[in-house]
């Protein structure tokens, strides 16, 4: 196997490795699926945790159907799908969705597992502004997908500065430039879009109007 698509492993931090990938969903896409799923088998995880953001106090939501609906948009999203799980855990908590808080909730319910969280690229630029960045790397490890518009050595500097130079590493994945937003815009649109999502949340899409798409 090519060095560059060596999966990473794991240092051994608990008797399982569980990955957890925060996001608004809103809706979930297919490149949602790819970063889990590479990462799960990279990094050797047991389970990759989806997790619907609440109330993210660093960003609106735009054309939000709720939390509950967008996660079960990412259960309809993960049916099927071996080793991926949904977790509400941040839409059944009231107030601002940190993902310390949220970390660490899932750290006493697995006290024996090590936990990576995942992110891209472009969202690790932004981790020093976080609530609380130095305790979350106390609580996980980083894996981040590189993307090639930005520098991994400018994502490198944020995690020195933090001190955690040593808590965080990239994970290979296919390039793969999808967002929420661009499935939104489609939506607005009335464009194709239905190949950018799995089957099962175009469908819930459509059924319940979620995106005023009626």
Do not use: C
Not at 1 to 8: F, H, K, L, N, V
Not at 51 to 57: A, H, L, M, S, W
Request: no cysteine; aromatic share 6%.
């Amino acid at each position: 196997m090519p060095e560059g698509d060596r999966p990473a492993g794991r240092d051994g931090g608990g008797d399982r490795a569980i990955g957890v990938l925060g996001s608004a969903f809103n809706p979930p896409h297919l490149g949602h699926l790819v970063l889990a799923g590479e990462a799960r088998w990279r990094l050797q995880l047991d389970e990759v945790v989806l997790v619907p953001t609440g109330d993210p106090y660093h960003k609106e939501v735009l054309a939000d159907p709720g939390g509950r609906a967008r996660l079960e948009m990412v259960e309809v999203a993960i049916d099927g799908l071996d080793g991926l799980s949904a977790s509400a855990i941040e839409v059944g908590r009231p107030g601002p969705s940190y993902t310390y808080d949220t970390l660490g909730r899932i750290a006493e319910l697995r006290p024996d597992s090590e936990i990576y969280l995942l992110m891209g690229a472009d969202t690790a630029l932004g981790f020093g502004d976080w609530h609380r960045p130095d305790a979350i790397v106390e609580l996980a490890r980083v894996a981040i997908a590189p993307r090639e518009d930005i520098e991994q050595n400018a994502v490198e500097r944020v995690f020195r500065k933090l001190g955690a130079g040593d808590r965080f590493e990239f994970i290979g994945m296919p390039p793969i430039g999808l967002s929420s937003t661009l499935v939104q815009q489609r939506l607005r649109a009335g464009q194709p879009y239905r190949h950018l999502v799995p089957a099962g949340v175009a469908e819930m899409i459509e059924r319940e109007e979620l995106y005023g798409n009626g």
